[in-house]
């Protein structure tokens, strides 16, 4: 098996790692400097080839096709699910006349299994020959390898010559207009490494609209908990919990929240837990890297001074 | 040219009660797409489907709503992504934009728009978050990973796949709610043979269950250590420390921590 | 009064898809009138809720040989009737082996799949379904005459000469054309219910039954002191636990349904029943209680009301009808519009052959002869003291308490009528006034 990892600009996707893992360390990155994203990750692999080229898709699948053929594999291909990921198998697997298997759980040659269903079930395939698939995020972790990795780059056939007829007009019909960074306010908040989660101790609607503001100037996203979503307050997205977002930050501090199981099993593994309460003995104080016992709706206001955020 | 929205019914479950069946919110969303981009370029608007006759009530309702074509490609729910974007694909070569949702509500791969640009050798924008229609095209803003969004400018021919939130689907007038009752609905049969490839699955899909995952190996100096810091608990979560502090002093002592912890280097204060 | 037909959608619209109106649209189709039949749900039955069995005889006129294509859950073959005092019970049972073979009794069945499954005859005897539709008011021309309805659709509204209201209690049809003018919670119970999920041989080892038969249980009692009653109904693997309960007296007491209702789950004689089952869905509803002391009128210039809109649900105790009387009104009134329609009258005098139908049929006639059961049911005393009354006599009577001998049973009944504190005029007059409106 052989990994695929897109490349924007020097970074590889979310979930490379794992997908290089799951093909036992050999990847071919592609995309623009590809070899600065290869070398990022060097401890998890033994040997990379890298591909400079646009990450237009189908350049991109013919690209890998030739790579492939050059270096004489014939095996199946993993993707991680990202974006990206997700957007060029399809192309790969259309070029090289493959089954496709997207969002698989776990990959090997002689089983894939898919999460179908919203992630409910899993689905079991038994591929008959080389494949391609793509690898879910977080679903497999990553070891790293201790092995010497070695590098190689390749050309790009796209640049070389001029076998694509049709990806130059295709490439016209869609054009980029570059990548904006990610905005705290509006991430998924599945993806945010740091959240400021709200709930029920939050007084009023000043107090809230201030959980927002500090969160920004925190750099980090605002999740609440279904007290909150039930006052009208924030939308359904910004619910953390079993009935709303499963997320998992490095960083998680909470503001009037008692910590209700249904709230805490959609935390994931926070590396950090602050929390301000009135109650010393709430669960999610009980699960604090530091608790706090102080009004909530005070402390956000004064953060919010410090923080110098404005106040509308 | 014109504009084709690609939705799937969906059951939902295996042993499906068809009265709980419909379309994701991705396909409302894309229904309501193509529908809004059809009016603004002054085009017409068909909506597709690869399913079974029960489909067809999610074609009515999207006739209710304004598509001015609908028609029912006969297949099963279980087509394979790739049957299905070869049998969508072949209806859309005239299309100027082909609109599906990001992903189904069964499957979920979100393959099958991209498949459809490969066959149609077609651009394409997924993940779409934002839709919005700037003369003859759209500036439209795409999820990526990490939180970064791509912005990119569409002029067509090309697939694009849009997010549930994007849109809501308008509400359909009664009058046209009622007229799609009794439209007529275009079926394809496909080949004679209506033996369309099944998704190649061998077994029926068992209850999820997260795979066992690889934890990086300890790198204590002695086998204690490493023991330790596998199975060792007690160093990070439950002895958290407890204050009581004024608000003020409560501030001092957040900001403190997050220094402390890395996560103030980059910004002020 | 004329109609003319060219500016109308339809001859007759049906507000409701719940058990009348999709009765009143089979009979009025198959008439050979147009129909549309609105329903706010998104398929019919999806927000219905119930106690859980239905008697379903009434439909051999529109639905032949009904019994092999309904959806059933069990055959009910048992009835019993529960009285619970604080930790005892007294149990009445009436098995019927010829209720689990056709024609049929009452069976236990899922209005989801219940109602749907008539509202699918109604739409191929031709009746015109629309779902996910609320109807908000009634169109009236300049005379004050009804014309038809509006709903929350854009480009909603509908025109008919006839509207029949079917959309259950608390209609808001029949109040705003001002039909209805009990709207007084007295009049009004609450009805709530848990779905609890055992697998079904244990549910056959527990009630005695098997296959697809089944058992129904009223209650008596057991309603932590506010008046009401208590049912549980099988269904194949889950079954059906609620109460119903008086609206003041529930306010009065300041409890909770939900709290009630766990307080029964509790009891001695039920928890038995139902240990180790899942709760797997809690509703509640308002049934209007009163019978026909609260039907409102029920036939106007362009208009009928029929089921529960007409306040037309027997919950009278050990009694809880209400499908069975949606369904048949639903149906006459379908039957009367047909007719008004064909002769070209739809002033309340041409539509009168709703009432006619309705006077002559089951459904006013159990009305009422059961006219004050409700009343004596609900009342206080048969609801705190006939249980406890009923239940010691017969404790003592079976209880063996030797050395002592037993006591004559006109004793023990002189004795514990007195405990119960009931004044023996008062147990005569509800024993009368039962004979009556039961017998
Ligand atoms: C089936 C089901 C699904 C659910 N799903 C979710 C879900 O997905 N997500 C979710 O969040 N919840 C969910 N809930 C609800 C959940 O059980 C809790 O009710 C909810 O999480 C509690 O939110 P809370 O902590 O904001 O409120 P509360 O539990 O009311 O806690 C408020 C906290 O604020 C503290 N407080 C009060 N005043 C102050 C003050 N001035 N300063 C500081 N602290 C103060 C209190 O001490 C208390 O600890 C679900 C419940 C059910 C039954
Ligand atoms: C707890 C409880 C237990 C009961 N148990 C039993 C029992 O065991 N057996 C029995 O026979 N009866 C029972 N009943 C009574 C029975 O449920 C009713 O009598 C019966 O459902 C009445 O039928 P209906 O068609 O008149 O009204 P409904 O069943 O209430 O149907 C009304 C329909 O109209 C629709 N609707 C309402 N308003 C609008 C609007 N504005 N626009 C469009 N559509 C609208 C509703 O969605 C619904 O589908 C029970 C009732 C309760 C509450
Ligand atoms: N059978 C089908 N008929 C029409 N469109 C489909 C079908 N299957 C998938 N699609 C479209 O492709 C999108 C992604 O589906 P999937 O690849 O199955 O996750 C859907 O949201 C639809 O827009």
Redesign the interface.
């Known amino acids: 098996m052989i990994a695929v990892i897109p490349v924007r600009d020097g970074v590889a996707p979310a979930g490379a790692d794992e997908a290089i893992g799951e093909a036992n360390g050999e990847a071919v990155f592609i995309g623009s400097r590809a070899d600065v994203a290869a070398k990022d990750l060097t401890d998890y692999g033994v040997r990379f080839w890298t591909i400079e080229a646009e990450l237009e898709p189908h350049a991109v699948a013919i690209d890998v096709a030739h790579a492939l053929s050059t270096l004489g594999r014939t095996d199946s291909i993993v993707l991680p699910a990202s974006p990206d990921g997700r957007d060029l198998a399809p192309h790969i697997a259309h070029r090289l006349g493959r089954t496709l298997f997207a969002g698989a759980i776990t990959i090997s040659d002689e089983r894939v299994s898919v999460s179908v269903r919203g992630g409910l079930a899993i689905a079991d395939h038994q591929p008959s020959g080389p494949f391609v698939a793509t690898l879910q995020l977080g679903v497999r972790g990553s070891e790293r390898d201790e092995r010497e990795t070695i590098i190689e780059a390749l050309s790009s056939i796209i640049a070389s010559s001029g076998v694509v007829s049709s990806a130059a007009s295709v490439s016209s019909a869609v054009r980029s207009d570059g990548v904006l960074p990610p905005d705290v306010s509006t991430m998924d908040l599945a993806e945010a490494p740091r959240i400021l989660g709200g709930g029920a101790g939050l007084s009023d609607g000043p107090a809230f609209d201030l959980l927002g503001r500090v969160a920004v100037a925190l750099q980090a996203s605002m999740g609440v908990t279904r007290v909150i979503t039930d006052r009208g307050w924030a939308s359904h997205e910004r619910q953390i919990g079993t009935t709303g977002v499963v997320v998992d930050p490095d960083l998680y501090i909470s503001f009037g929240v008692s910590g209700a199981v249904q709230h805490t099993s959609g935390l994931g593994q926070p590396e950090h837990i602050i929390s301000v309460n009135t109650d010393a003995h709430c669960p999610m104080m009980q699960m604090s890297d530091l608790a706090i016992v102080s009004d909530a709706n005070e402390v956000l206001r004064e953060l919010a001074s410090r923080l110098a955020v404005e106040r509308s | 040219m014109t504009i084709t929205v690609c939705i799937k019914w969906v059951l939902p479950n295996r042993d499906g009660d068809e ?1 709980f069946a419909g379309i994701s919110l991705a396909d409302q969303a894309a229904v309501e797409t193509g529908l809004s981009v059809a009016e603004a370029l002054n085009d017409t608007c068909t909506v597709v489907t690869v399913g079974p006759p029960a489909a067809e009530a999610s074609l009515r309702d999207a006739l209710a709503c304004g598509a001015h074509d609908v028609v029912r490609i006969d297949g099963s729910a279980d087509t394979d992504s790739a049957e299905t974007a070869r049998l969508l694909a072949e209806h859309c070569v005239h299309s100027r934009f082909i609109v599906c949702g990001d992903y189904s509500a069964d499957r979920g791969s979100g393959s099958v728009p991209a498949l459809i640009a490969a066959r149609l050798e077609r651009g394409q924008a997924l993940g779409l978050i934002d839709v919005r229609i700037v003369g003859e095209s759209l500036s439209v803003v795409r999820r990526l990973d990490g939180g970064r969004r791509e912005k990119l400018s569409i002029v067509g021919p090309a697939v694009i796949s849009v997010e549930g939130s994007v849109a809501r689907l308008r ?8 007229a799609a ?2 439209a007529h609905i275009n079926v394809i049969t496909n080949d004679g043979s209506g033996a369309l490839r099944r998704n190649p699955e061998t077994v029926p899909p068992r209850p999820y269950r997260p795979r066992a995952r690889v934890v990086p190996s300890p790198s204590g100096s002695s086998a204690l250590d490493r023991v330790r810091q596998i199975t060792d608990t007690s160093s990070s979560k439950g002895h958290g420390e407890t204050v009581v502090l004024s608000p003020e002093d409560a501030a001092s002592r957040i900001l403190e921590s997050l220094r402390a912890w890395g996560y103030l280097a980059d910004s002020a204060t | 009064m004329m109609t003319s037909p060219t500016q109308h ?1 339809a001859d007759i619209i049906v507000v409701g898809a719940g058990p009348a109106g999709s009765c009143a649209a089979i009979a009025a189709a198959r008439a050979g009138k147009s129909v ?1 039949l609105i329903e706010r749900g ?2 019919p039955g ?1 927000k219905n809720m119930y106690g859980g069995v239905v008697y379903p005889r009434i439909l051999d006129e529109l639905v032949p040989s009904w019994w092999e294509t309904m959806p059933v859950q069990r055959w009910v073959v048992k009835r019993s009737t529960m009285l619970l005092s604080d930790s005892g019970a007294l149990n009445i049972d009436f098995r019927a082996n010829s209720w689990g073979a056709p024609p049929y009794n009452g069976a236990t069945a899922y209005r ?1 799949d219940f109602d ?1 499954w008539l509202a699918n005859h109604a739409v191929e005897a031709g009746a ?3 779902c996910s ?1 609320t109807v908000t008011g009634l169109l009236r021309d300049s005379n004050g005459r009804i014309q038809g309805v509006s ?1 929350d ?6 025109h008919a000469p006839i509207v029949i209201a079917c959309d259950g209690v608390n209609s808001f049809l029949a109040k705003q054309s001002g039909l209805y003018p009990h709207t007084d919670a007295s009049n009004f119970t609450l009805g709530v219910k848990e779905t609890l999920a055992l697998p079904k041989h244990v549910i056959d080892e527990r009630f005695g039954v098997r296959d697809n038969l089944g058992v129904d249980i009223e209650i008596l009692g057991g309603t932590s002191g506010v008046n009401g009653g208590g049912f549980i109904y099988t269904n194949l693997d889950t079954i059906a636990l609620g109460v119903v309960l008086k609206l003041p007296k529930l306010a009065a007491q300041q409890k909770r349904p939900e709290q009630i209702i766990a307080e029964l789950k509790r009891h001695p004689a039920i928890a038995p029943l139902i240990e180790g089952a899942e709760v797997k869905e809690y509703s509640a509803h308002v049934i209007p209680e009163a019978g026909l002391d609260m039907m409102p009128t029920m036939v106007a210039d362009g208009m009928l009301v029929a089921g529960d809109a007409a306040a037309m649900c027997l919950a009278a105790g050990i009694w809880l009808e209400g499908v069975n009387f949606a369904m048949a009104s639903g149906m006459y009134a379908g039957q009367a519009a047909a007719e008004a329609i064909a002769k070209n009258d739809v002033s309340s005098r041409g539509l009168s052959g709703y009432t006619d139908r309705l006077e002559k049929s089951f459904v006013l006639r159990d009305h009422r002869k059961l006219r004050k059961v409700p009343h004596l049911v609900l009342s206080d005393r048969v609801q705190h003291k006939y249980p406890a009354f009923v239940a010691g006599v017969v404790e003592r009577v079976f209880r063996v308490d030797n050395p002592h001998p037993k006591p004559g049973v006109r004793r023990i009944v002189r004795e514990e009528r007195k405990k119960a504190g009931i004044g023996l005029l008062d147990l005569l007059r509800d024993g009368w006034t039962g004979m009556r409106g039961f017998g």
């Open positions: 009265r509400r359909a007038s009664l009058r046209a709610t009622l009752g009794e | 959608d549309i998104p398929f999806s989801p749907n015109r379904l629309v539709t709903t659709r854009p480009d909603g509204d509908l």
